[in-house]
Nanobody, 123 residues
Framework: QVQLVESGGGLVQAGGSLRLSCATS????????MAWFRQAPGKEREFVAAVTWSGGSTDYADSVKGRFTISRDNTKNTVYLDMNSLKPDDTAVYYC????????????????WGQGTQVTVSS
C-alpha cells in the first residue's frame, strides 16, 4: 500500500505562485510514476501533470503547460508541483496520484490517491 499526503495549498492572487508537495510512504517510491490531478467545484477530476519513475520525462495538460512544473526527489520520496502565473481558473482541489505505468491520464488508471489540497486563486 502506498500512502500519499499533499501539502502546500492555499490562497494566492492571480499571477502568483505556489508549490505543492506530495510525501509518500509504503512501497518503494521509485516504482511509481507520479501525477497531479485537480478537481474544481462541479467539474470532473482532470489530469494536470505526470512524471516518470526517474523524473526524466514529464507530461502536462495543455492548460498548464509553460506555467506548471512537476518534479520528484526520490531521496525524499516526494513529488512537487511548482505553479506559476496562476489564474482564477486554476482554483481546485489538487490531488497527488501514483501508478505503475507511464503515459496515462485517466483517473481510473491511477492506483493510489492522496486526500487533496485546496488551491484558491483570487482575481
Amino acid at each position: 500500500q502506498v500512502q500519499l499526503v499533499e501539502s502546500g495549498g492555499g490562497l494566492v492572487q492571480a499571477g502568483g505562485s505556489l508549490r505543492l508537495s506530495c510525501a509518500t510512504s509504503g512501497h518503494p517510491f521509485g516504482n511509481y510514476c507520479m501525477a497531479w490531478f485537480r478537481q474544481a467545484p462541479g467539474k470532473e477530476r482532470e489530469f494536470v501533470a505526470a512524471v516518470t519513475w526517474s523524473g526524466g520525462s514529464t507530461d502536462y495538460a495543455d492548460s498548464v503547460k509553460g506555467r506548471f512544473t512537476i518534479s520528484r526527489d526520490n531521496t525524499k520520496n516526494t513529488v512537487y508541483l511548482d505553479m506559476n502565473s496562476l489564474k482564477p481558473d486554476d482554483t481546485a482541489v489538487y490531488y497527488c496520484a501514483a501508478a505503475d505505468r507511464w503515459g496515462i491520464r485517466e483517473v481510473d488508471d491511477y492506483d493510489y490517491w492522496g486526500q487533496g489540497t485546496q488551491v484558491t486563486v483570487s482575481s
